[in-house]
């Protein structure tokens, strides 16, 4: 009998400025009757918002991923966040197109979602899902 490991939840970007971008990931575990009976966060700090930095700090990779892991459960309501701290270096509309946020999501090992999203630059992103072990809504 396979055990039960839960909800995965990853986030990562190949945007060579990614780093400019904290990511708060958070959920609530709900059960069957949609009662809370688990709450978790996981982030991806770079800096602090308004820190206009002009490069990546030192031990920020480009390959930078935000992993969030929740328990078994009915559901979770899923809350995504990036947040800009640094803003664009260009206020060129050519130069500050929108980009690639990629949006895996996992339960007991199975693929549930794999998509691609796209941010703006200038305010990042709030996301809201709803996921059980049957999908993502």
């Known amino acids: ?8 939840i990853e986030v990562s970007s190949p945007y060579e ?9 958070m959920c609530g575990c ?5 009662n809370r009976i688990g709450f978790t966060t996981a982030e991806s700090r770079v800096a602090d918002v308004g820190s206009n930095l002009t490069t990546p700090p030192s031990g920020i990779t480009p390959d930078r991923r935000a992993v969030l892991e929740a328990p078994v459960c009915d559901h ?16 060129d ?35 809201e899902l709803k996921v ?3 999908g993502v809504e």
């Open 1 to 8: 009998m396979a055990t039960e490991k839960g909800y995965r």
């Open 17 to 25: 400025e990614w780093w400019r971008y904290n990511v708060e990931l």
């Open 30 to 34: 709900f059960d069957p009757a949609g």
């Open 76 to 91: 979770l309501l899923l809350y995504i966040y990036i947040i800009p701290h640094t803003l664009p270096a260009s206020n």
């Open 93 to 127: 509309i050519e130069a500050t197109k929108p980009f690639p946020l990629d949006l895996l999501i996992e339960c007991n090992g199975k693929r549930l979602l794999k998509e691609r999203r796209t941010i703006n630059q200038w305010s990042g992103a709030s996301i």
């Open 132 to 134: 059980s072990a049957a």
